[in-house]
């Protein structure tokens, strides 16, 4: 059994990640850290794992960790991610980060972005990107991995594949992404009380969010082209999901039909990518790891329809998934 440790587990990020580790044959959750040093049992924090882990959650001590878990799961927000992750890498243990510390190609982009300054600057741009359906060569043999934002997972998968084999123009691309109320995280925020984001859509960080950059830099990271993506997000009063519609233009004589047989020839042995033949709704993949694409043709422009559950392929089902590829564990074990 691998000892795995949860750092940073009171977030729904973390408990969705320990549901899914409980379901896993070749594992035990043998650490549960949070920043509060009230130190609750895993029950008080989160209600319905009581009597499935009994557990405390405890201050992080990374001069003991070495003696506790084999692998680590790094769920603490930005910049503090680093700072632990950039000491855990020393004692040899295996590692993927769910902030974005990790993610972008230069120190600089981060900074400007997240007004922080980067606690491992060194490692910046070097870290395998977690989405195995492009890197599984480079993740397998990685000791630390950054797992994927949701928003860039839904625009990254549909995408990737299209521009490596030059059948869509690169600019521009337009993805209007919706999300549910969870992506924000569980801290309390004004914005998002139920009074404020029900029964409401709204547009937000317009022309400025940070997971632009991001699919932008992967996107050239795996296809080699660069590109430009106009980003809009939207808050939609639900609790989960992404829907992600992309509007493109095809290269000259690439048809709808090319592109959609592209991605079922491209996606025919991942086992949750769906290519589908209808309008997907966030519905349709709650609560999975599946990622569900639509393709379909408007006046000569491609339309993209991309689903994703933003706390399980966008977050936490992405990085047991990764979890699996570093071990060589069938890549579903505890996913479906």
Known sequence: MIRVGVVGGTGYTGLELIKLLLRHPEVSISLLTSRDESMPDVGQVHPELTRRLETRFSILDVTRVEDQIDFAFCCLPHAASAEVIRTLVDTGIRIIDFSADYRLNDVETFEQLYLVKHPDPERVGKVSYGIPEFFRDQIKDAQLVANPGCFPSSALLPLAPLLAENLILSNPIIVDAKTGVSGAGRKANLKFHFPECNESVMAYSVGKHRHRPEIEQILQRFTGHESKIFFTPHLISMNRGILSTIYLRPEKGVS?????????????????????????????????????????????????????????????????????????????TALI
């Open 256 to 332: 709808v039909d090319t592109i959609r047989s592209h991605l079922l020839s491209f996606y025919q042995h991942e086992p949750f990518i769906r290519i589908v033949d209808r309008p997907p709704a966030t519905k349709d993949v709650s609560h999975t790891n599946f990622c569900d694409i639509h393709v379909a043709e408007d006046r000569g422009m491609i339309v993209i329809l991309s689903a994703l559950d933003n706390l399980i392929k966008g977050a936490s089902g992405a990085a047991v998934q990764n979890f699996n590829v570093m071990y060589q564990f069938p890549e579903a």
